[in-house]
T-cell receptor, first 116, second 112 residues
Framework: GAVVSQHPSRVICKSGTSVKIECRSLDFQATTMFWYRQFPKQSLMLMATSNEGSKATYEQGVEKDKFLINHASLTLSTLTVTSAHPEDSSFYIC????????????FGSGTQLSVL | KNQVEQSPQSLIILEGKNCTLQCNYTVSPFSNLRWYKQDTGRGPVSLTIMTFSENTKSNGRYTATLDADTKQSSLHITASQLSDSASYICVVSGSSVNKLSFGAGTTVTVRA
């Protein structure tokens, strides 16, 4: 079946560095990808909606200069956490919607970011 | 206020037993409701998707019900297995297929 691949699964970095997370749809085209953040024992919080070939739409309270999103192709979206700080430590998840049907929404396996 | 409320927050059941998780929502207009299973440190995996006209849908030992009039859904797990230990998330879509409302999830722990 359709798979969304997310890398890396875990990253530890020093404060002030930037981290890039990739989200790929492996066997379908996704004009729309979503990025979420999840704290322990809490629900997924939508950060931004990424549309291929255009600027991402950020949710209220999410800094677009902090969380850079690029959706350059129908199968790849990236999230870059710039100048990461310990408060950015979280579980980040992407999802992708298959063009062929509204019901086909698949999630990546998530990235655990730890900023020291 | 969250538009999707799940209960209980967590539960513990013995292997082989059944359990039922609840999801109440206020999202309107309503498009579809999904149940996902999320293992710790992993992304959610889809279990069922139901639209307004569907009352029940099964996926193996998982059976979801939907009452669009009362805006309630349930997920029933039959003959639980240790591998069922996970968080179960209810997700409701409204007027836009891109706008999803997530419940906080129910953490299920199955013990031998």
């Amino acid at each position: 079946g359709a798979v969304v691949s997310q890398h890396p699964s875990r990253v530890i970095c020093k404060s002030g560095t930037s981290v890039k997370i990739e989200c790929r749809s492996l066997d379908f085209q996704a004009t729309t990808m979503f990025w979420y953040r999840q704290f322990p024992k809490q629900s997924l919080m939508l950060m931004a909606t990424s549309n291929e070939g255009s600027k991402a739409t950020y949710e209220q309270g999410v800094e677009k200069d902090k969380f850079l999103i690029n959706h350059a192709s129908l199968t790849l979206s990236t999230l870059t956490v710039t100048s990461a700080h310990p408060e950015d430590s979280s579980f980040y998840i992407c999802s992708a919607r298959d063009l062929s049907g509204w019901e086909k929404l698949f999630f990546g396996s998530g990235t655990q970011l730890s900023v020291l | 206020k969250n538009q999707v409320e799940q209960s209980p927050q967590s539960l513990i059941i013995l292997e082989g037993k059944n359990c039922t998780l609840q999801c109440n929502y206020t999202v309107s207009p309503f498009s579809n409701l999904r149940w996902y299973k999320q293992d710790t440190g992993r992304g959610p995996v889809s279990l069922t998707i139901m639209t307004f006209s569907e009352n029940t849908k099964s996926n193996g030992r998982y059976t979801a019900t939907l009452d669009a009039d009362t805006k309630q859904s349930s997920l029933h797990i039959t003959a639980s297995q240790l591998s069922d230990s996970a968080s179960y998330i209810c997700v409701v879509s409204g007027s836009s297929v891109n706008k999803l409302s997530f419940g906080a999830g129910t953490t299920v722990t199955v013990r031998a």
